[in-house]
């Protein structure tokens, strides 16, 4: 079984406006932005492969963003199939369907607890690929 990491954003190195501004040309919306800010530490993608956790560390490191890369080991996980798409990054951000919170892809709702797996699954949307 492969080993499995995600990230944690902690925050900014450099200039907020500088991070945001390259966030924003990945089309990555302004409120979100706002949100990985206001939760922060937060972790924004998970179920990564150790390459993959890298290049997204790199990517956002180059970006201004301080990044941890953490062992996904023991944490429950709602989807572990190994057949589960890869994701560009930021594109696992889904709200609440209770409180509308906009926030990493988990299983629970980070401010309420609802169940975030059903209405990830109806609106995200997943980019197959590498
Ligand atoms: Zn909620």
């Known amino acids: 079984m492969e080993k499995r990491y995600r990230l944690l954003f902690i925050g900014v190195a450099g200039d907020e406006g500088h991070f945001r501004a390259e966030l924003q040309a990945k089309g990555v919306q302004d409120r979100l932005i706002d949100q990985m800010f206001e939760l922060a530490p937060v972790i924004i993608k998970q179920g990564l492969s150790l390459a993959q956790a890298r290049h997204y ?8 963003a301080k990044i941890t890369i953490l062992d996904d080991q023991g944490a429950p996980r709602a ?35 609802a169940d975030l797996s059903s209405c990830s699954r109806n609106g995200g949307q997943r980019v197959a690929g590498h």
């Open 79 to 113: 989807r572990q199939s190994k057949d589960a798409p890869l994701v560009t990054p930021m594109s696992e951000f889904v709200p609440c369907p209770q409180c509308g919170l906009v926030q990493p892809e988990g299983s629970v709702c980070y401010r309420c607890g």
């Open 57 to 64: 560390a790199d990517m956002l490191r180059a970006m201004g």
